[in-house]
Structures are given as structure tokens and as C-alpha cells.
């Protein structure tokens, strides 16, 4: 049976007056750094407050 290693990632957006932004070219090096050392995206969990996504949780894993 294969058995797994798991490591998460929080990204937490640039808040401005009127707006929340995640640093889109920022983001895809971290994924593909990730990738590249072997660890495969599972799954993302938003943090929200009054309709604002101001964390994401990113969870990766791959196989030890």
C-alpha cells in the first residue's frame, strides 16, 4: 500500500480598500515548485469573512 507525506500552504491575499488580490504569477511558481519536487495538489480551503476570501489553505501530498 502506497502511504503519503501531506504539507500545507496558506496564501493570504493583498487586501487594498476596494479590493482582495492573490498574485497570480506568484502562485503558479509556487505550484510548480511544488510539482516539481513531486507534491501534488489535493486540495484548497477558502477562508472567508463577509463574502472576502482572505486566506486559501493549500494541501499537498505525495507518496514517502
Do not use: A, H
Amino acid at each position: 500500500m502506497t502511504k503519503f507525506e501531506y504539507k500545507t500552504i496558506e496564501i493570504r491575499s493583498n487586501t487594498g480598500l476596494f479590493s482582495v488580490s492573490i498574485n497570480q504569477e506568484q502562485l503558479d511558481k509556487l505550484f510548480n515548485k511544488q510539482g516539481s519536487e513531486g507534491w501534488e495538489l489535493v486540495s484548497s480551503t477558502p477562508l472567508s469573512n463577509n463574502g472576502v476570501t482572505y486566506r486559501i489553505y493549500y494541501t499537498f501530498k505525495r507518496p514517502i
